[in-house]
């Protein structure tokens, strides 16, 4: 993601952080699990925001709800990294 922006620590070296949209970029738009298809929903619920997989035909894939949209989202990325729907270029 060569749009990265950088912030600065308290030892004034520069660390590389992800925007919400390069976050939001890097999910998927949809799943697709056995014959069902699943859309991406955000919102927000209770004062609290949700990232959701849903299906008009299937029980929908939830996530646990988060105060800030970035951290609902970069949670949701990570359920899909390590459930396959993500490839990365992580050495194993």
């Known amino acids: 993601m060569e749009n990265t922006m950088e912030i600065i620590d308290e030892s004034c070296v520069m660390l590389p952080a992800y925007t919400l949209q390069e976050v939001l970029d890097a999910l998927p738009k ?19 925001w949700a990232v959701d997989y849903c299906s008009e035909t299937d029980a929908d894939i939830q996530s646990g709800e988060c105060e800030s949209l970035i951290d609902a989202v970069y949670s949701r990325l990570c359920w899909c990294i390590e459930n396959g729907y993500v490839e990365t270029n992580k050495n194993e």
Request: net charge positive.
């Open 30 to 48: 949809s799943l697709e699990i056995g014959k069902s298809k699943y859309e991406i929903s955000i919102y927000m619920i209770g004062g609290k």
